[in-house]
């Protein structure tokens, strides 16, 4: 059972809403995401590129710069090392772009998901070494291959680090002890040390900012690296960054800049999957954008997305971007299947009675991992590790709750992990087959999570009857746009909703249409686009057959239910409606 929770964040509403010309309703919503006094509130509104931080105050910015302003003078060598994900791909690009546009002498290598693994390996470096590359700039990883660097300064290269992941520890009597890798310059704000204001960033968006500050030493104007904040926004959505601070106007002005974008690869992408640009939010990039850039890393070759970003003709990105689009149809079946597996596995054995979800999929395509255990996630809402045949061995990435720090649970476990690395919310490990029993085991018996931690939380912002749900507010709710993890849209709440009808509607008979009655007799059309089925039994066992069918005939009136919805608009034959998108009920 879901817990509800109404938020109770005091403020004075209606004086925010005269000091910036906004609704109250906005100014509590503002509010309830912790967004207080009037600069932070003005930043929120209106944040613009000139609002992002300064790029030297990360550490160790300053060393990268001087080095990379020493190759590029001596037309040194550089290879960027990126990642296969989204965040990857385009912080290789970002980097390589950046670097070019200045006239070094640079390419790039991305690792292959299923040969190489996660980022940097012996094999890269030496791939890097056997072409002569003096230096090696890696994006969105190397922060915990202090061994594979170590290796490659033996070689004799320079090598930089920027990356986001959490920095590897030893914890020793209850104290952390961190573990830098041995680099000429390792650029992550997560570094304790690092007095960047904000340690929220995607791969991507730290390889901009070095970018920035180096473009701007070289008294370049870093404005013409404007075009690459839409990469930033791809990837920070992609990569599910909380859009919050730095991040939301990273994502607010990419937005902007994709719906003209001059990128021939990424305007063939949005073509073939029919996006109306003037419409395009942070959705498309998470939900159909952001999955076919993924898709070419995990079933070929993620220098193909980097390929499509970086093509020159409209021809051939049309060709790239058809390929990528095919590429994440055949995943979507794989992973359906894949899906299946897996609930099979946690409702028929005893790995139902587990807080930690250890999944073993022996036949699932490794690169699937990570998007399994994030829809088991959302099913039991419990921690969820998927596992795979691997090369060698297990491999497998993980997915979880609020309430459960990831990276540090598997650093509990490290001893029989080959390799690991990830945050709170998402990691990626490899192990022994053998050990897949003591690793289900060891977390299992680790874990702390309580009753109530377990419990999936909705959060309402406010109660607010149907009768507020006007044109007007739908309109002024974009303010608080772009949408996504850490800046979820709002959601609201009706209690004593009476159910007067209802219709099946959709080729799958997927969506239901109500018309429902508030407890102020206020009726409002309500929209349910999940699990149709579910909703229509639950009613039949609390109100029995007849009120269910006399429901969908029109002729309701007998079934209440509490709704947590987010308000919207229907456009039909140039009518404009408001309407209620229902999100949860009880």
Same mark, same amino acid.
């Given at each position: 059972?879901?817990?509800?929770?109404? +938020?109770?964040?005091?403020?004075?509403?209606?004086?925010?809403?005269?000091?910036?010309?906004?609704?109250?309703?906005?100014?509590?919503?503002?509010?309830?995401?912790?967004?207080?006094? $009037?600069?932070?509130?003005? *930043?929120?509104?209106?944040?613009?590129?000139? @609002?992002? +931080?300064?790029?030297?105050?990360?550490?160790?910015?300053?060393?990268?710069?001087?080095?990379?302003?020493?190759?590029?003078?001596?037309?040194?060598?550089?290879?960027?090392?990126?990642?296969?994900?989204?965040?990857?791909?385009?912080?290789?690009?970002?980097?390589?772009?950046?670097?070019?546009?200045?006239?070094?002498?640079?390419?790039?290598?991305?690792?292959?998901?299923?040969?190489?693994?996660?980022?940097?390996?012996?094999?890269?470096?030496?791939?890097?070494?056997?072409?002569?590359?003096?230096?090696?700039?890696?994006?969105?990883?190397?922060?915990?291959?202090?061994?594979?660097?170590?290796?490659?300064?033996?070689?004799?290269?320079?090598?930089?680090?920027?990356?986001?992941?959490?920095?590897?520890? @030893?914890?020793?009597?209850?104290?952390?002890? +961190?573990?830098?890798?041995?680099?000429?310059?390792?650029?992550?704000?997560?570094?304790?040390?690092?007095?960047?204001?904000?340690?929220?960033?995607?791969?991507?968006?730290?390889? +901009?900012?070095?970018?920035?500050?180096?473009?701007?030493?070289?008294?370049?104007?870093?404005?013409?690296?404007?075009?690459?904040?839409?990469?930033?926004?791809?990837?920070?959505?992609?990569?599910?960054?909380?859009?919050?601070?730095?991040?939301?106007?990273?994502?607010?002005?990419?937005?902007?800049?994709?719906? *003209?974008?001059?990128?021939?690869?990424?305007?063939?992408?949005?073509?073939?999957?029919?996006?109306?640009?003037?419409?395009?939010?942070?959705?498309?990039?998470?939900?159909?954008?952001?999955?076919?850039?993924?898709?070419?890393?995990?079933?070929?070759?993620?220098?193909?997305?980097?390929?499509?970003?970086?093509?020159?003709?409209?021809?051939?990105?049309?060709?790239?971007?058809?390929?990528?689009?095919?590429?994440?149809?055949?995943?979507?079946?794989?992973? $359906?299947?894949?899906?299946?597996?897996?609930?099979?596995?946690?409702?028929?054995? @005893?790995?139902?009675?587990?807080?930690?979800?250890?999944?073993?999929?022996?036949?699932?395509?490794?690169?699937?991992?990570?998007?399994?255990?994030?829809?088991?996630?959302?099913?039991?809402?419990?921690?969820?590790?998927?596992?795979?045949?691997?090369?060698?061995?297990?491999?497998?990435?993980?997915?979880?709750?609020?309430?459960?720090?990831?990276?540090? $649970?598997?650093?509990?476990?490290?001893?029989?992990?080959?390799?690991?690395?990830?945050?709170?919310?998402?990691?990626?490990?490899?192990?022994?087959?053998?050990?897949?029993?003591?690793?289900?085991? *060891?977390?299992?018996?680790?874990?702390?999570?309580?009753?109530?931690?377990?419990?999936?939380?909705?959060?309402?912002?406010?109660?607010?009857?149907?009768?507020?749900?006007?044109?007007?507010?739908?309109?002024?709710?974009?303010?608080?746009?772009?949408?996504?993890?850490?800046?979820?849209?709002?959601?609201?709440?009706?209690?004593?909703?009476?159910?007067?009808?209802?219709?099946?509607?959709?080729?799958? *008979?997927?969506?239901?249409?109500?018309?429902?009655?508030?407890?102020?007799?206020?009726?409002?059309?309500?929209?349910?686009?999940?699990?149709?089925?579910?909703?229509?039994?639950?009613?039949?066992?609390?109100?029995?057959?007849?009120?269910?069918?006399?429901?969908?005939?029109?002729?309701?009136?007998?079934?209440?239910?509490?709704?947590?919805?987010?308000?919207?608009?229907?456009?039909?034959?140039?009518?404009?409606?408001?309407?209620?998108?229902?999100?949860?009920?009880?």
């Amino acid at each position: 059972m879901e817990q509800w929770y109404l +938020y109770k964040k005091k403020a004075d509403f209606n004086q925010i809403g005269e000091k910036f010309n906004i609704d109250p309703v906005i100014a509590r919503l503002i509010r309830n995401r912790d967004v207080i006094g $009037e600069e932070a509130i003005e *930043r929120y509104l209106n944040g613009t590129i000139s @609002d992002l +931080y300064d790029g030297m105050l990360m550490k160790d910015a300053d060393k990268a710069i001087d080095i990379l302003k020493e190759k590029i003078a001596e037309e040194k060598k550089i290879r960027v090392i990126g990642d296969y994900d989204i965040d990857g791909v385009n912080a290789t690009y970002i980097l390589l772009e950046g670097l070019e546009r200045l006239g070094a002498y640079v390419d790039s290598d991305i690792p292959d998901r299923i040969g190489d693994g996660y980022g940097l390996n012996r094999h890269l470096i030496d791939r890097a070494y056997d072409a002569g590359i003096d230096t090696i700039i890696t994006c969105d990883n190397g922060i915990a291959a202090a061994n594979e660097i170590a290796y490659g300064k033996e070689l004799g290269m320079t090598i930089i680090v920027t990356d986001h992941h959490e920095i590897p520890f @030893d914890e020793i009597d209850g104290e952390k002890i +961190y573990r830098l890798p041995p680099a000429d310059a390792v650029i992550d704000p997560k570094q304790k040390d690092c007095v960047y204001p904000f340690k929220g960033l995607c791969g991507a968006a730290v390889a +901009y900012k070095l970018m920035e500050a180096l473009w701007e030493s070289m008294g370049k104007d870093s404005a013409d690296l404007d075009d690459l904040i839409e990469n930033v926004a791809i990837a920070t959505v992609g990569d599910v960054m909380d859009l919050e601070d730095e991040n939301r106007i990273f994502v607010k002005e990419g937005l902007q800049m994709l719906k *003209r974008t001059k990128n021939p690869g990424l305007k063939a992408l949005i073509e073939c999957t029919g996006i109306d640009k003037e419409s395009l939010n942070s959705y498309h990039i998470g939900f159909v954008l952001g999955p076919c850039i993924n898709a070419s890393g995990r079933l070929d070759t993620a220098k193909r997305a980097l390929k499509l970003l970086r093509v020159r003709t409209q021809k051939e990105a049309d060709i790239l971007a058809g390929d990528l689009k095919a590429l994440n149809d055949s995943r979507k079946d794989m992973t $359906e299947e894949a899906v299946k597996l897996a609930k099979e596995q946690v409702e028929t054995t @005893d790995l139902s009675d587990d807080r930690v979800l250890v999944i073993y999929l022996p036949d699932c395509h490794e690169s699937l991992a990570g998007i399994v255990a994030g829809r088991i996630r959302e099913c039991y809402y419990k921690p969820v590790f998927v596992l795979t045949d691997a090369e060698d061995g297990a491999k497998g990435s993980g997915r979880s709750i609020d309430g459960y720090h990831m990276y540090e $649970e598997l650093n509990k476990c490290k001893d029989i992990l080959t390799k690991f690395g990830g945050h709170r919310l998402a990691a990626g490990l490899s192990l022994e087959k053998e050990n897949i029993a003591e690793f289900r085991r *060891r977390l299992n018996e680790n874990c702390t999570l309580t009753e109530e931690e377990m419990k999936e939380k909705v959060t309402i912002d406010m109660e607010m009857p149907f009768l507020c749900v006007t044109e007007e507010l739908v309109k002024e709710l974009e303010l608080l746009e772009p949408f996504g993890k850490g800046n979820t849209k709002p959601i609201f709440a009706a209690r004593g909703v009476t159910l007067l009808g209802a219709r099946i509607l959709g080729k799958n *008979r997927n969506v239901l249409k109500i018309k429902a009655q508030d407890a102020n007799g206020s009726v409002i059309e309500a929209m349910l686009f999940q699990n149709v089925e579910g909703f229509l039994k639950n009613m039949e066992e609390t109100y029995g057959r007849m009120e269910v069918d006399a429901l969908l005939q029109g002729r309701g009136g007998h079934i209440k239910i509490a709704v947590t919805y987010y308000p919207d608009i229907n456009e039909y034959m140039g009518k404009r409606t408001p309407q209620i998108v229902i999100t949860h009920y009880r």
